[in-house]
């Protein structure tokens, strides 16, 4: 409704977010609190969730947390199970939780094996997974949100990597493109239910995620000895983003909430960038 205040976007909203204790998913869930949702945090780290949530219940909302595995089915369906009894019902899923590489990662030039299992099992089986356990629920209600975090390097090879720099960061750009098109064919099968399926796709945000990358690019690339992993980032900003500047979680955090809200109701099966014009599409 036109005058509405944005601290009331989402009141009355249940929301769920995973990998919710630090970085992007701490902001989304700090952004959701903020627009008036009570939002229920997960993150394999408990003690990170909890701290999460003893901030938004800071903001005047209400919050929940929890210990989940985004690989475990088990632990994602009684975590839904237990926020749908304590909060009533969950409108909105931000399947959130991601890693950008196995143990070793900022040592590498070029992917393991398991760099390819960790960032399928967690960026899209954990995103698949998250989004099986709220759709029965959401399919009964005939309404719901679901909002994917995906990466603007899912759209294109430049947006994770650069030439020379090995091939490390493949496997999380492929898991990104694939977590796109997961959210297209989502978007398709629950859109009879009146359920919204989108994605955001976040640039480069200062993050420990990204802080990894920097170390990388400062232990591997000869153009980058003697810089910081900050001071790297900040060139790679300058270098590639029209705006100039960096993208922060609260950034993503009121995309999530725009896809989230009433006003988004005839957007479905879409990705949003959010990068600062860095890739374009």
Known sequence: MP?????????????????????????????LASRGA?????DIDE??????????????????????DVT???????????????????????????????????????YSADDWSLTWGINVQGMVNTADAIAPHMKERRSGKIVNIASHGGRAPRGVAEPGRGTVQIPYGVSKA??????????????QFNINVNAVCPGRLWTPMWESIAKN???????AKGLTPREIFDLNIK???????????????????????????????QALNVNGGAIMS
């Not at 909105?92 to 950008?100: K, T």
């Not at 999530?256 to 005839?266: G, I, K, P, T, Y």
């Open 178 to 191: 694939a977590a796109i098109q997961y959210t297209h064919h989502l978007a398709i099968e629950l859109g």
């Open 72 to 110: 475990d089915t088990g632990s994602i369906a009684a975590w839904v199970s237990q926020a749908i009894a304590e909060h009533g019902a969950i409108d909105i899923c931000v399947p959130n939780a991601g890693v950008i590489g196995a143990a070793g990662f900022t040592e590498r030039k070029d």
């Open 3 to 31: 005058g509405t205040h944005m601290k009331d976007q989402l009141a009355g909203k249940v929301a769920i977010v995973t990998g919710a204790g630090r970085g992007i998913g701490r902001g989304i869930a700090l952004v």
């Open 217 to 223: 690019h400062a232990a591997l690339s000869t153009d």
């Open 47 to 68: 003690q990170a969730a909890a701290s999460v949530a003893s901030e938004i219940s800071d903001l005047g909302a209400s919050s929940s947390s929890a210990r989940v």
């Open 239 to 269: 270098a590639s983003m029209p705006l100039g500047r960096e993208q922060t979680p609260e950034d993503i955090g009121k995309a999530v909430a725009f896809l989230a809200s009433d006003d988004a109701s005839e957007i479905t099966g």
């Open 38 to 42: 009570t939002v229920s945090v997960s």
